[in-house]
């Protein structure tokens, strides 16, 4: 697909994507399970075409509903990405897009429009950004943000459901954030076996987690592939739990009515340009997150269209049968969407476009721009030296995104109390934020 030229050609596509409006299921679902696994990159699932078996309870269901093959987030890091993954709002449209900010009083979260349409709702986060502090509580009629683990909020979930059950609660939503696969890469011992590869090297990554030490020392060829590996057995462990949860909804009766949505905000980078971790880049391996939906309604089979983080909100919205503002990824207008933006303006600031053929990175604050096809899925050959006319269009689009940026639609937080900077310290967010 040609660029369209200048970033008004960029403003009409969004423009275009948030007109049109979504088409209800004649049977929509009761509950709504809505499951987001932090730094989980789409390409290390087995359905995504991953070979190292780290999915296979998440393969087998995603069989069972609909995949998308190709969601971009629209930004590297936490806060941004999971505030437009609940609002529906780009990162420039919320304001949230720095560690010291918090959700605006206009900003409508999707646990306040299902409470408003009489869902009942809870939310099981693992703290972090993901936390009452900058805004997630919002709609919600429980909000714990201290769970420690995935197993933990999803026990929690089962009791949550089972109340509802018992209480008559005709509708309910559910929301689940874990940090089972972010660094420090931590697996069971025995599932860190597993994945050993022979080449593996000993590299110690306990409190080096966020460190721009560890982001940017040498490593060997071998301590990444360690470190790699150990990311690829956290998704085994989070893998297994969540194929528990899913299995109990089956035998509980809940799945013939409950649609069940699993995501992520961003990925994970392990050397492929010269870092580790997700601070501060825009590569592919970052921005692939994969989204899968299983429940009434939903078509079974994979979609290749473009999708973003803000497309779940409209698209949960019609699938429950409910007003929802935009175009569901089921509908034909979805297509209408030419550019993907992705941004981070936090410990750097840069901007990406995704279109259907290529990939446009520009770092804001140096002015550097690299570009690659869509299809050099390592993103090895920077073609933007050979492209000065496409890399001319595709900047004009990124810099009209970049000036989009409204931060008084957000709100300016105290400092983080105690409890919450050690959490962001284990994190590895000391400064405030990742």
């Not at 949230?96 to 009942?120: M, S």
Request: net charge negative.
């Amino acid at each position: 697909m040609a660029a369209m030229h200048g970033g008004a050609g960029c403003v009409a596509a969004v423009a275009l994507f948030a007109a049109s409006c979504g088409t209800a299921p004649a049977e929509p679902a009761r509950n709504l399970v809505l499951i987001s696994i932090d730094t989980l990159r789409a390409d290390r699932l087995g359905s995504y075409g991953y070979d190292r078996g780290t999915s296979p309870e998440l393969d087998a269901f995603a069989e069972r509903g609909a995949l998308f093959e190709d969601v971009v987030t629209e930004c590297s890091w936490t806060l941004p990405a999971h505030m437009t993954m609940l609002s529906g709002l780009a990162p420039p449209q919320h304001g949230v897009i720095r560690p010291e900010l918090g959700l605006g009083a206009g900003t409508e979260l999707l646990a306040q429009r299902l409470a408003a349409a009489g869902f009942r709702t809870f939310g099981a986060t693992e703290g972090g950004f993901v936390s009452r502090r900058y805004g997630f509580a919002r709609g919600f009629e429980r909000f714990d943000d201290e769970q420690t683990s995935l197993a933990e909020s999803l026990t929690d979930a089962r009791a949550f459901l089972v109340r509802m059950r018992r209480e008559g609660a005709a509708r309910s939503f559910l929301f689940v954030h874990t940090f089972a696969v972010h660094c420090p890469y931590e697996p069971d011992p025995a599932t860190a076996a597993l994945f050993h590869s022979p080449d593996a090297e000993p590299v110690e990554t306990a409190g080096r987690c966020g460190n721009p030490d560890f982001n940017h020392m040498e490593l060997t060829v071998g301590e990444i592939r360690t470190i790699s590996d150990l990311y690829d057995a956290e998704i085994r462990d989070a893998d297994a739990v969540l194929g528990e949860f899913l299995r109990w909804l089956d035998a509980e009766g809940f799945a013939e009515t409950t649609l069940v949505v699993v995501t992520s905000d961003h990925g994970e980078e392990f050397g492929e340009h010269g870092r580790i971790g997700h601070e501060g880049t825009l590569h592919r391996e970052v921005l692939g997150v994969p989204l899968i939906l299983v429940g009434p309604g939903i078509p079974h089979g994979r979609f290749d269209r473009p999708a973003g983080l803000a497309s779940i909100v409209p698209t949960l919205l019609a699938a429950l049968g409910l007003p929802s503002g935009g175009p569901s990824l089921f509908d034909d207008q979805a297509r209408a969407v030419s550019e993907r933006f992705s941004s981070i303006s936090w410990k750097g600031r840069a901007v990406s476009v995704v279109t259907e053929e290529w990939h446009l990175i520009l770092d804001e604050e140096n002015g550097e721009v690299r570009l690659y096809r869509r299809a050099d899925v390592g993103e090895e050959v920077d073609l933007a030296r050979s492209r000065p006319d496409l890399v001319a269009d595709l900047r004009a689009c990124a810099e009209a995104y970049a000036a989009s940026r409204r931060v008084e639609n957000a709100v300016l937080l105290d400092a983080p109390n105690p409890r919450e900077r050690v959490r962001l310290g284990e994190l590895g967010y000391a400064e405030g934020g990742d």
